[in-house]
């Protein structure tokens, strides 16, 4: 089985997540200040419902238009969580 595609996926969602993360860390903590790590609550947060969001609504029609690696894609690399 060619698993070039699971393992692109993980490595492009991994490099665009890490690169949101960062970013939005240190606007985060700019902005409300480095005593409390607020900005490490708010993304944890946000990509947890935005993971609840795109697996209800849409991760049958992204498997449609981008096979069934897309989930992986979002859920390991982008957002950030692992499996098991």
Do not use: K, Q
């Not at 993971?51 to 096979?67: E, I, P, S, T, W």
Request: hydrophobic share 55%; glycine share 16%.
């Amino acid at each position: 089985m060619n698993r070039l595609p699971e393992i692109l996926g993980i490595a492009l969602g991994g490099a665009v997540g890490a690169v949101s993360r960062f970013s939005l860390t240190g606007l985060i903590a700019t902005r409300i200040g480095r005593g409390f790590p607020w900005a490490t609550l708010a993304i944890n947060i946000t990509g947890s419902l935005m993971l609840g969001f795109l697996f209800a609504f849409l991760h049958d029609r992204l498997a449609v238009y981008l096979g069934p690696s897309a989930g992986i894609c979002v859920a390991c690399a982008w957002m950030g969580f692992g499996w098991g």
